[in-house]
């Protein structure tokens, strides 16, 4: 289980909290003329990375508040959470600290299969 | 085998005589006591029938690591599959073995050891999955459930746990030398640290063994005494005993489960276990080495243990279960065991190494040639003999000769592992030691830090600067230690898997996995069929799959598969180890989210009445709701809920819809906020007025649906369905603050705040008048969707003229504390009219009758406004609102979609089923096309038949024509698709 930090309330368990999926997707302006496919996207379509995510979360029972942060997918590993208002993290900020469990590939399943 | 009681020993209480039963027999043991440490101190090694061929099994460890010794606690509610070599006894306990009928001694079972060749590597599958299913069914499973297995299921389980959470920046698991090394480091520091250990004493190798001479030139017992006191009295330390660490997950999240009641009965009613939540900064694994056994020709006999567990059984539980053991080792851990013994007076009858005489240790040489124990070097046991308990093994020699020898008892060592399912759990990487023999901890995953024997530091000369290099990032002090040792001081092995039996025999079985039953047999014919990788071999053979995870024996499986091969071990791979590193139980892991709390009931203000006036009640989410009223024990539901419908539409009938979600939602955004969360547009509604109103999902779905009451553009009030208000309150915040964050509005749920009743039918204005007498109730004072705010009693009560039943209607909003008061008066008051409750079955039915929906019900999240004929609610000219683009994608305009529809039976006697397809063909012949389904029915008094509402492909264009409905029975029913309303088309009733 994660600990997550929420930028309101701090560092609180992850029972508390519920997942909203990616972050920073734009909903379209509803008054302006939109094709299907556009719209389907945003309806639709997720990035869904082995990796850095930028991913929304909501502090379901506690303030309530939703926020963002940034997520490694292969280690459930949040490396910063910030305010909806604030500016999105670059990800290169934190490409150094990615790593996968056991060594396993980038891409792919986590298979134990040591190969040197 | 017949052991013998060695006082000089402080961790049994030897002037404490406890009595206890094993299988119906009384024995005596001592406090302090395991049932293994008692079971041997009486002379008693068969403890129970092995899993799948039923053979005699004995105690074959001293601890947590153990396969065979699994017992049955009768005096514990029946708890299964208990470690008789960690539970301790007490006073009165019951033991009973496993798995053997009708006796332990005499078991039927053994027949499955002569037809053993057939229960062979993969057994289950191949009569699973062969040419031969009817064998399976009707043979094998039947036989099979009765013999194969371990304990039988508790009875009436009703054990107690709690759990508590630990927020800490070290946590170190192990108290044996380096666990106490590490947390004598943090004394006075300012880390709060977390100690903790599986045994009741701290001390681990100290206690178990003789294999330290001198601690700072103390007597390590002394030693120990001290430096427990001084971790005691350290104020950012502390200690949990009697506690296992089962489970290491992400971000350092550790589970611990503490037994409360060791060496005592569990008081019914007490805590029994206290499940420990532990979140750490840093963990230190100080969790020790488990030694392995080896294979040969049974291996299995009651009578063999592991070397270092009798040495365990000496220095810790005062006890040498037997006085001349043989020993057999490949490696230099079970020298301290042959000083154990002659340290007391006793000797092995035999020491055999497979080693050769330069490669055993010196000092261990002498004391064998000095007290003239037979020595075999080089030297193999090719296979253990005798009936139910080891009588004599076959060596052989260096020479190749073979020699007999009698014994009682053999002690075995194949080598040390370092205990490394806890790292491997927090997913540390492994690496292959060519010189150990064994996998050691490499690399860690997250900040876990590996010392001692847990590390694979099988010598102590590092020990300081071991525990000072790797407690470096820490500012703690620095470690002086000085460590005497009674034995060598460098580990040293040889490789040794698996010894091959003196004549081959179908019969033969040297085990690698004593709990699953399996041999090494099993391995080479699961390689032999092609199931070379590891986890694939682990799965077909289920070799390590018991629930001890094969702690003494899944190396040795590698090192045999390795060889099989010809591979390096490192390539064969490891399994993973998965949590939890021991059993633990679900009640445990539950804690006190169980019966009444497992689940919260909510209730509504008026449940003590709904309970004293016959209510079925039926769930509602948590919610309990009065289904329908009983009004005597004869009445069945389908006359109670018939009785409360006809009366509903001829007198008049009261519904407590207090579970209702209610939200309000204010601020100066508030009517612009409204507008775009619901598809109905709230512009120019008048304030003090009602509307009916969906909510979509951005996929233009129906999600919810409620009646909205505008107090004013900054202020309203909406109801949501009962199971849906969280979700509605959720969506709503999510979006006021993710898309609209610069609307001013803010929501609260205030469904709990206040009750509802729903009182309909035509003499409801009549009750109203009687009930609330200041209350102008005309149609013209108080027209259909308005509402009005009024006092009572000094009691604020907002009343709503809406309908869920086509009959007028009212819904009466009362703070929830004043709300039985009203409900009384309003129940005293309709009685001369005819008023009686009704539940929520008949609110399903007279709803239906008149068509409306129940979100959820007749909509599945695949139903559009308009499927349901319900484009008139739609705001189309309001600019935006959820899912408002997608109701104009190209798949949502399909003509083709399924629409919601009524149903009737042509004739009108025919019974209809909720769930049925409807079809276009009067005969089922696959594959039938299907048009859709039914998705509410009922039978009807009002209508006199029984009549239904369905979603079907084209269906509103299919209005007027004859289809069928499929049956639970195959057959089918012809059907009239109509119009979904039955009852008061144009509404008469509901604005009269
Ligand atoms: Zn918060």
Known sequence: ?116 | MKSINLKDNQFIQFHQKISFKFDGVKYFGYKGDTIASALLRNNINLVGRSFKYHRPRGIYTCGIEEPNALVQIISEYSEPNTRATIKKIYEGIEIESQNRWPSLENDFGIINNLFSPIFTAGFYYKTFMGPHKKFWKNLYEPLIRRAAGLGKPPKDFKGISNHIHHNVDVTIIGGGLNGLLAAKSFINSNYDVLLIDFEEQLGGIINNSNKISLIDNKEPKDWLKETIQEIEESKNVKILKNTLVTTYNYINHLIAIEDRFVGYKPIEGKVNSTLHKIRTGHTILCNGHIERFLSFQNNDLPGIMLSSSFEKYMCRYGLAPSKEPVIFSNNSNSNSLVYSLIKVGLKPKAYIDSRSGEEIEPNLFDLIRKNDVPLYTNSQIKGAFGNKKIEKILVEDSSGALNEIKCDCLCLSGGINPDVHLFTQSKGLLDWDEKDLTYKPSKPFQPTITLGSASGQFNFDNLNSDVNEKLKTFKVKKLDVKLELNTNTKYNIEKLWEVSPQKKSLWAKSFIDLQNDVTTKDIRQAITEGFDRIEHLKRYTTNSMGTDQGKISSINALGIVSDLLDKKVNEVGTTIYRPPYAPLSFSAIAGRNCYEFYDPERKSPIHSWHLKNGAIFEDVGQWKRPWYFQINKDETMHEAVQRESINVRENAGILDGSTLGKIEIKGEDALEFMNLIYTNSFTKMKQGSARYALMLGEDGMVKDDGIICKISDQHFIATTTTGGAATVLGCMEEYAQTEWPNLKVFMNSITEQYATFNISGPKTREIMKKAFPNINFSNEEFPFMTFQFHEFNGIPIRILRASFTGELGYEIYIPSNSAPKIWDNIQSVGKEFGLASYGTEAMHLLRAEKGYIIVGQDTDGSITPIDLGLSWMIGKSKKDFLGKRSLTRSDTIREDRKQLVGIIPSNKADKLEEGQHIILDKEIKSPVPMLGHITSCYYSSTLGHDFALAVIKNGHSMIGTKAYASTSSMSTTGVDIVKPVFYDEDNKRLVS
């Not at chain 1, 934190?94 to 790593?99: R, Y």
């Open chain 1, 1 to 116: 289980m994660l600990i997550i930090n929420c930028p309101y309330c701090g560092p609180r368990d992850q029972s508390e909290f519920s997942n909203g999926g990616e972050a920073h997707v734009k909903r379209p302006d509803g008054s302006k003329e939109i094709g299907d496919r556009e719209w389907g996207e945003y309806v639709f379509i997720r990035a869904n990375p082995k990796g850095l995510f930028y991913e929304r979360w909501v502090h379901t029972h506690g303030c309530r508040k939703w926020f963002n942060c940034v997520r490694d997918t292969s280690t459930d590993e949040i490396l910063v959470t910030y305010k909806l208002d604030e500016k999105k993290p670059n990800l290169n900020n934190f490409k150094s600290v990615v790593k996968t469990p056991s060594g396993e590939p980038e891409v792919g399943s986590g298979n134990f299969t040591v190969e040197k």
